[in-house]
């Protein structure tokens, strides 16, 4: 089993940034890919950023390439998401997600573990 616990959501005008903290525990030796996922009221659940774990390749949603930037600790089982030129679009719940076994992939369908989300929001 892995745990995750998020923080670093809250409220931001236009164009601020936030940071966004996942800090993973238990299991996590065996675990390929992490990141975030965000779902907004009434949308699905999409992805944002993921990394691999090993070797540290990073994949981002269309929407938000060029604005924020994920990395990873993995000394200390964190991962983060640095968010910069926030927008309205952005406001959702934001949700740390650990696959364990196979690839990166942007589909909520391929996620063994969840965090329990931390809210964003972007006011105009």
């Known amino acids: 089993q892995v745990q995750l616990e998020e923080s670093g959501g809250g409220s931001v005008q236009a164009g601020g940034s936030l940071r966004l903290s996942c800090v993973a525990s238990g299991y996590t030796y065996d675990s390929t890919c992490w990141g975030w996922f965000r779902q907004a009221p009434g949308k699905q659940r999409e992805g944002v950023a993921l990394?691999?774990?090993?070797?540290?390749?990073?994949y981002y949603a269309d929407s938000v390439k060029g604005r924020f930037t994920i990395s990873q600790d993995n000394a200390n089982n964190t991962v983060y998401l640095q968010m910069n030129s926030l927008k309205p679009e952005d406001t959702a719940m934001y949700y740390c997600a650990v696959r364990s076994v196979g690839g990166c992939y942007m589909s909520p369908q391929n996620i063994n573990y969840w965090g329990q989300g931390t809210q964003v929001t972007v006011s105009t």
């Open positions: 990394i691999t774990k090993r070797g540290g390749t990073t």
